[in-house]
């Protein structure tokens, strides 16, 4: 039987907490697009988001113990430290609490949450397929978004804002573009456990090109958000979105150049760091648009991911 500190620590360590900054900025930018000013709904709906990435994680985690054994032994799960029902009890149990907190604001998050939690516990399948793995795994981040904006804003609107269907895709495409950027190194493992992911089946030039295609889909509809909140001009209080967006460009731009000069799964945590990098400051940059009073949360957000990214416990782990 699990000791329970030992389940919880394993737990924690598969649900990459480096990685719930992801969610939580996603979460946010549909936080952002509600007309919400009460702090109380908004912590919740953030708590939700924050934590949904990590559940999640776990739960595609015990489909995937055959690639990890390769690509990731440190992990609990492929290390055997753990077994497989504690993690698929506990990530079930906490998306679980995390979609009753989006449903009790509105409860259309039930059958969104719901289509999440399924659409999590396929994963694997589409992954295994060159053309299904990004996308996938995208709608379902995408659906956090629209979550985070139902579960703030309460009541469902009549229409949605402006900024909604562009910010929506910058998220699709951003999260497109990390999901393919991360099979670079997993390129030797997928390939012996017959997954076909992208680099496997058409190599990592033509992986780095398809990359460049979603960066720049993500950069697009990032400059479209922008545009359709602030109708065509920056003014002085629009400086937090500079702060954000000039080192999220950079990033981006770096993590391109990076993956056309991959040549091994070891070294491609590099620019898949920097694809996290760019999303979160990118998605952070819209958000200061939508809210610039949030700007200092904001950074302390972005912050804190530094911080728990440089505590993880294995350097290639992303």
């Known amino acids: 039987m699990e000791s329970p500190r030992n389940a919880l620590r394993s737990m924690w360590i598969t649900m990459r907490p480096y990685l719930l900054f992801v969610s939580g900025i996603t979460g946010v ?5 509600s007309s919400t000013t009460s702090a109380a709904p908004l912590a919740l709906v953030f708590i939700a988001s924050f934590f949904a990435y990590g559940f999640g994680q776990a739960l595609t985690d015990c ?27 506990l990530s ?20 969104l949450g719901c289509a999440g939690a399924g659409g999590l516990a396929t994963y694997t399948i589409f992954k295994r397929r060159w053309w299904g793995g990004p996308w996938y795994n995208a709608w379902i ?4 978004c629209v979550m985070g904006y139902l579960g703030a804003n309460g009541e469902t609107p009549g229409e949605f804002p402006p900024a909604f269907l562009p910010l929506i ?18 390129i030797a493992a997928d390939a012996a456990t ?4 992208f680099p496997v089946v058409f190599g990592r030039r033509a992986a780095a090109l398809a990359s460049d ?3 720049a889909l993500f950069l697009f509809s990032s400059v479209w958000t922008a545009m359709t909140i602030i109708g065509g001009a920056l003014r002085p209080r629009q400086l937090p979105f500079m702060l954000f967006a000039a080192p999220g460009v950079m990033y981006l731009i770096e993590a391109q150049v990076q993956l056309h000069r991959n040549r091994s799964d070891a070294e491609a945590y590099a620019p898949i760091i920097r694809v996290v990098h760019a999303y979160i400051l990118m998605v952070s940059a819209l ?19 530094r911080f728990v990214l440089s505590r993880r416990p294995e350097v290639s782990q992303i």
Not at 169 to 186: E, P
Not at 194 to 197: E, P, S, V
């Open 141 to 144: 981040v995408a659906g956090l």
């Open 29 to 33: 930018a549909g936080m952002a697009l």
């Open 287 to 305: 958000v200061s648009l939508l809210r610039p009073e949030w700007t200092l949360l904001l950074g302390a957000h972005y912050a804190a991911y």
């Open 63 to 89: 489909f995937q113990t055959d690639t990890d054994a390769l690509s990731a032994p440190y992990r609990p799960l492929a290390a055997g430290r753990v077994s497989r029902s504690v993690i698929l009890f």
């Open 194 to 197: 017959g997954y076909k992911t």
């Open 169 to 186: 895709l910058a998220v699709f495409f951003g999260y497109a573009n990390f999901v393919l950027s991360g099979y670079f190194k997993d």
């Open 92 to 111: 079930l149990a906490g998306l679980t609490l995390c979609v009753l907190i989006f449903a009790i604001r509105n409860p259309w998050n039930i059958v």
């Open 213 to 215: 295609v979603l960066s």
